[in-house]
């Protein structure tokens, strides 16, 4: 092979790796670069070999770079609550002084489960620990937690004083650990009541949703509202004829709750239900949403926007059992305004998070095609309207878990599976205009995690929470981040001056 070829061999590499390396990361500087060196008339073969090289190196160079420069891994956190201790993660949560809680189970080898509460410093310092055991009585299980004004953590979920019953339960603990009171409801009937959601309003109120049984209609939805120190302040029932139950709620700046959950549950079909409470607990209306097909369909997360439209999310069943994602809203008065629906043909979706930031609704969700045997995730994001704006769809083994706008820079979490090993990374990304990612950062230094469970961002940390727990083992991973905006960038890459006392400073 003589010189020649050689030298074309490299410009074919270096094209290549350019255009893929533009049209999957959006390194237009990258590409600018192979285009003005390819324009040149040299005269050098040699030259022209070291050039393409050089930006070969280069295009490598600029994605990792501009991934390490965005996002800076700060520290990791493992908990075990005892060697031969099985923990598992479920949320978390941070408040105004950067502590951050933690929510998840723990448990011994062939004994009863417990609730587990943990409270990290901004440095990753372990401030206290708490188990919540019901004095022994069964097994104790977390479903959601907040954090009210005051940065006490309240805890919802189902205790269970035999196999065949559990109750509603609500707990809370000061900021200090402190238990401070523990409230259990044990329907009527004596069966299966739990609380699955759980929010705080600007006053320190705290509102709680999830179902009971009953013996004429089997589960009915359920609402309660509680003051700061505990006291119940009401307790609401929806009940149709079929099974209702509460998924998730959320709160405006006048204290009205808004709830949304399924009724007219059946072995084949259920609804959408979505409720507006005022704070006195005066039900103000509700909408009963039944998907095109009249089969299965389920609510799992909803959102306000600043004039007070609730935007609702979760699946939709079309034909052949096979789930769409929606994005239903509607307006302050409870009427259904527009719906969105992502067909995901053969694959069943499920939204994983639902974010309203100014003009645009974000979703993400999780797409699992049966056909292929592959689990993906997907972004859409559309206007006030209702129009798609954008679609965008992970690669094979990405999932995505939420977004955030970082100034004006859209921020994708998820996960990656890392392979032999099987398990889980954090994955990050910057949207581009266009449906593609302008950066991705995947941290390969993290091993052993089998679950992401929750993201957290606070200013700008972002906190990732996982496990690795299996049925004879586990343990609680936690991981902060930081995320650095186009100014840190440059201010760390400024230009050195000197002031007048001649030590340099950066400008």
Not at 122 to 146: C, Q, T, Y
Not at 369 to 375: D, P
Not at 428 to 446: G, H
Request: with cysteine; hydrophobic share 40%.
């Amino acid at each position: 092979m003589n010189v020649q070829k050689i030298i074309n061999n490299i410009h074919f590499l270096t094209l290549f790796f350019a255009v893929f390396i533009h049209f999957r990361f959006s390194l237009r500087p990258t590409f600018r670069m192979f285009i003005s060196i390819f324009k040149l008339k040299l005269r050098n073969p040699f030259a022209t070999m070291m050039k393409s090289t050089a930006l070969l190196f280069f295009i490598f160079l600029s994605h990792f770079s501009l991934s390490q420069n965005h996002i800076s891994p700060l520290w990791k956190k493992d908990f075990k609550n005892g060697l031969n201790s099985i923990n598992k993660a479920s949320a978390i949560k941070t408040d105004r002084f950067g502590n951050c809680y933690v929510m998840g189970t723990t448990s011994m080898i062939d004994s009863s489960k417990d609730i587990l509460l943990i409270k990290y410093t901004a440095e990753g310092s372990e401030l206290w620990h708490r188990v919540f055991d019901n004095n022994n009585i069964g097994d104790n299980f977390p479903k959601a937690m907040a954090l009210d004004l005051y940065g006490d953590a309240w805890i919802c979920g189902i205790s269970k004083p035999t196999p065949e019953t559990c109750d509603f339960l609500v707990t809370k603990y000061s900021n200090e650990g402190v238990p401070q009171f523990t409230y259990k409801y044990d329907g009527p009937e004596h069966l299966f009541d739990e609380a699955n959601c759980i929010g705080a309003d600007k006053l320190g109120n705290v509102y709680v949703g999830g179902y009971t049984t009953s013996s004429d209609s089997g589960l009915d939805l359920l609402v309660l509202r509680f003051y700061a120190d505990g006291t119940l302040a009401w307790k609401k029932k929806y009940a149709t004829p079929k099974l209702d139950q509460a998924t998730a709620l959320v709160i405006d700046d006048s204290c009205n709750v808004y709830i949304c959950g399924n009724t007219n549950n059946s072995q084949r079909s259920s609804d959408i239900v979505v409720l507006k409470y005022d704070s006195a607990g005066n039900l103000k209306w509700f909408q009963v949403y039944d998907g095109i097909f009249n089969e299965r369909d389920a609510a799992n997360m909803i959102r306000l926007d600043d004039s007070l439209n609730v935007y609702v999310s979760g699946f939709v069943n079309h034909t052949n059992d096979r789930s769409d994602l929606p994005v239903l809203k509607f307006d302050p008065y409870g009427v259904l305004v527009k719906e969105a629906l992502y067909n995901g043909v053969s694959a069943d979706c499920e939204a994983t998070s639902l974010r309203i930031e100014k003009e645009s609704v974000f979703i993400t969700g999780r797409k699992i095609e049966y056909n292929l045997g592959i689990t993906m995730g997907v972004l859409l994001k559309y206007n006030k309207a209702g129009t798609e704006k954008l679609f965008l769809k992970t690669p094979d083994d990405i999932t995505f878990n939420a977004t955030h706008r970082f100034g004006n820079t859209e921020i994708l979490f998820g996960s990656k599976l890392t392979h032999p090993e099987s398990t889980l990374i954090p994955f990050i990304a910057e949207l581009d205009t266009l449906p593609q990612f302008r950066w991705t950062f995947a941290d390969s230094t993290v091993y052993g995690i089998s679950h992401f469970v929750d993201v957290e961002v606070d200013g700008g940390s972002i906190y990732f929470l996982g496990d690795d727990a299996g049925d004879a083992t586990g343990t609680i991973n936690l991981l902060k981040y930081k995320f650095n905006s186009e100014a840190d960038n440059k201010k760390k890459s400024g230009t050195i001056k000197s002031n007048k006392s001649g030590i340099p400073k950066n400008k």
